[in-house]
């Protein structure tokens, strides 16, 4: 089958391997129909991710049609139109039994790696790094599926794929990130970054009962999207965050701050600098500079939630703002097959059609341009979907 | 490494030489050193790891020419000179805990080994004055020496071996089912290779003995006999081998359960000989092969075969490269 593959810095390829295979006793395989590149995907792109081999297949978005159980699996049959959640996860252990899906004890077999770096190993997750697992990923024509029964969401037809593949992980990561924000009536929402994530978290905060959100980024087509999905916009090339910030919000700050940046922040001035010039030395692995601005921007007692991805041990976060002002942070990996059930009905509902963020169609033999388009943001590019 | 027995001494902070015994939770005797700080020699040593860091970083050419080195290898020099340095600021900031000392030693012998190689690759050049660099490699091989037993002996200090050569561990892991059903998949040791990565086998002979086909390195098996000497069903099991062993081993494994229904705590606590005595710890410790964490691994299967029925695996799944899995990563999933 074709795959696309990381083969180094900004260097991914589409190629023939061998079709995959059922290895444990609850793996499905799945054909995949349409996947798609996701803004962490920028990431293991760009280097920053460790542990990333040449040959790692990519990708962690994908849904498609059922053509092979292991003899384990007993919710799914060969023909049943799924949805694969991002993280996997077994079903039977503590955290799964609590919804804590993308915690799960039993699936990173590289748990002893995470350990060293994290004090304990979060669940693996498709094609991201062997740190979480070294799991083949989905920007594939097949994938093989572990524990299917509980990461491979059946779906009806009726929906295109548009529709539903965000389930997979985009709506549920903007989702949990607005739900951790425990909104109240009357919030005014800050969401740091307009990508796909930061555009689900928009709208999510606005279906959980927001009354204002407001949207930062610096691409006016990116701005234009949070503003049709009803947040009010800073651009932070032509103003100051923290200074818009008060000034909307009667010098109080946000009730909450959602950064849906991570680790590749963008910034101006000599802290930027100072942050750029320590990761190109290894000295630090991520660029925390939208957790510092939501530390500071936040209102006192109000909530930090943390969708985007960190990696490492960071520089100069603000523990004494976040001490002195009561904060509370939420983070996490998304406990994506939590969320399946309800946002599926809310799809189906009508209170939102997640194929809005598409602004990018590609056959999956056209990755690498896509990488690269996503990347340099140009063709006022947001999401890209990709067909096998 | 989860330690919570009451009773346990370390003996870790003590200061100067002088003799402890003490019992830890098993019984086990455990001895301090007697006589011979080698806390004292880490010191020495990283003293002297600062001076020569200096010596190398503030003159390179001299200190080529000493040691009979031929050509300008001044950025090279200078380059193993930070290493040293790190490696002395290292031993002298982390006295405490031992444990990070230890490391600090062992990040000297990495040094060495690394000279000990460049110095090789002098001699082998022709380009060199050879009597030097001869000279040069007996002074670093016997640095070497004291190294190595200096970060055994603080090794031993810190808990993971004994006085006699023996590898320690203790482990503990939480797994989500009833200790009755995990007392009784471990009670049937042929259940046992199914989650210990490094069994081959284990065969029941009766009652109370059995015989087990460990895997060692370069494709060789090592082989022993054990007898139960104890067993509180749903509670412990406990084993030792019988003489004429190719590993001497005892351990036990306990079953307790976890507060709050949250299923059953899983501790084991082994001792055995490593093959190669302390030195072979050591390279094993160096190349990966850590028995703290091989055991730790241990239980994470065991816990997977509990709670799901069987260990998830990558191996034999597509990439765009020869092999399905990383040789330096997925080292739990390659058999």
């Known amino acids: 089958m074709k795959a696309n593959c990381w083969y180094g810095k900004q260097d991914v390829r589409v190629v023939d391997v061998p079709d995959p295979k059922i290895l444990n006793k609850s793996d499905a395989i799945v054909k995949i129909t349409t996947t ?83 004090g304990h190993s979060p669940a693996g997750i498709f094609g991201y790094s062997h740190l979480t697992g070294g799991f083949a990923g989905g920007q594939a024509e097949f994938a093989r599926v572990p524990f299917a029964d509980v990461g491979a969401f059946k779906i009806e037809n009726g929906l295109a794929d548009e529709q539903v593949l965000f389930l997979s992980d985009i709506f549920p990561t903007g989702y949990m990130a607005a739900e951790n924000c425990d909104i109240k009536p009357g919030d005014t929402m800050a ?80 802290l930027y600098l100072y942050d750029r010039v320590k990761q190109a030395m290894m000295l630090e692995l991520d660029r925390p500079i939208v957790l510092r601005q939501a530390i500071l921007a936040c209102r006192n007692g109000g909530t930090v939630s943390i969708p985007g991805v960190y990696g490492g041990f960071d520089d100069k976060i603000p523990v004494g703002a976040l001490m002195n002002k009561a904060l509370m942070i939420r983070t996490g990996q998304t406990h994506v097959q939590h969320y399946f059930r309800p946002l599926l009905d809310r799809i189906k509902n009508g209170e939102i059609d997640p194929s809005f963020v598409v ?30 | 490494m989860v330690k919570t027995q009451s009773g346990e001494s370390h003996g870790r902070m003590a200061k100067g030489p002088q003799f402890r015994i003490s019992r830890d939770g098993d019984g086990w005797r455990r001895r301090g050193i007697k006589g011979l700080n080698e806390e004292k020699i880490a010191l020495g040593l990283g003293w002297f790891s600062i001076g020569l860091g200096l010596a190398e970083i503030a003159a390179p050419r001299g200190l080529t020419k000493l040691i009979g080195v031929r050509g300008d290898h001044s950025g090279l020099l200078r380059t193993l000179g930070m290493r040293e340095i790190a490696s002395g600021i290292g031993i002298l900031a982390g006295r405490r805990p031992a444990g990070l000392l230890q490391g600090w030693m062992w990040s000297r012998v990495g040094g060495d080994a690394m000279d000990l190689a460049l110095l090789g690759a002098a001699l082998k050049s022709g380009r060199s004055s050879q009597g030097r660099v001869v000279a040069a490699t007996a002074a670093v091989a016997g640095v070497t020496a004291l190294d190595l037993i200096c970060s055994l002996k603080l090794g031993r200090r810190d808990g993971a071996t ?7 561990v203790t482990q503990a892991v939480t797994i ?28 029941v002979t009766d009652d109370r003995h059995s015989h087990w086909v460990a895997k060692a390195p370069a494709g060789r098996t090592v082989e ?112």
């Open chain 2, 224 to 335: 022993w006999d054990a007898e139960i000497t104890e067993d509180r069903p749903n509670e412990l099991i406990a084993w030792r081998s019988l003489e004429g062993s190719d590993v001497e081993n005892m351990g036990s494994v306990r079953f307790e359960r976890a507060p709050g229904g949250r299923g059953t705590v899983v501790k084991v606590h082994m001792r055995y000989n490593p093959p190669a005595g302390l030195i072979g710890a050591g390279v094993a410790k160096l190349l990966g092969e850590d028995p703290e964490w091989q055991i730790k691994d241990d239980l994470r299967r065991f816990k997977q075969v509990m709670e799901t029925g069987e260990i998830i695996t990558t191996e034999g799944q597509p990439a765009g490269r020869a092999s399905s899995t990383s040789w330096r990563y997925d080292r739990a999933v390659r058999s």
């Open chain 1, 359 to 388: 602004t990018h169609r590609m056959r999956l033999d056209e990755a690498p341009k896509g990488y690269d388009l996503f990347l340099n943001k140009h063709d006022d590019c947001i999401k890209i979907v990709l067909k096998p």
């Open chain 2, 162 to 168: 004994t006085r006699r050569g023996a590898i320690r």
């Open chain 1, 191 to 270: 969401v740091w970054g307009c990508g796909p994530v930061g555009q689900f978290a928009v709208r999510s905060a606005f279906l959980l009962g927001a009354e204002r959100v407001i949207a930062i980024d610096r691409f006016p087509e990116r701005l234009r999207m949070a503003e049709e999905g009803g947040a009010e916009t800073i651009n932070y090339e032509e103003a100051g965050v923290y200074d818009t910030l008060m000034e909307m919000t009667g010098g109080r700050g946000p009730d909450s701050c959602i950064d849906a940046v991570g680790l590749e922040a963008h910034a101006h001035g000599p």
């Open chain 1, 36 to 118: 798609a590149i996701c803004g962490s995907d920028l990431h293991l792109y760009n280097g920053f991710i460790p542990t990333m081999e040449k040959g790692d297949i990519l990708g962690h978005e994908f849904m498609g049609e059922v053509v092979e159980v292991g003899s384990e699996v007993k919710k799914l049959k060969v023909g049943d139109r799924v949805v694969v959640a991002f993280p996997i996860s077994c079903g039977a252990c503590f955290f799964c039994q609590r919804e804590m899906f993308s915690l799960c004890e039993n699936s990173n077999p590289n748990a002893w790696m995470a350990e060293k770096l994290f």
């Open chain 2, 176 to 203: 989500n089912r009833s200790p009755e059903e995990l007392y009784r998949f471990w009670r049937d040791f042929q259940n046992l290779p199914r989650f210990m990565k490094h069994l081959k086998s284990v065969q």
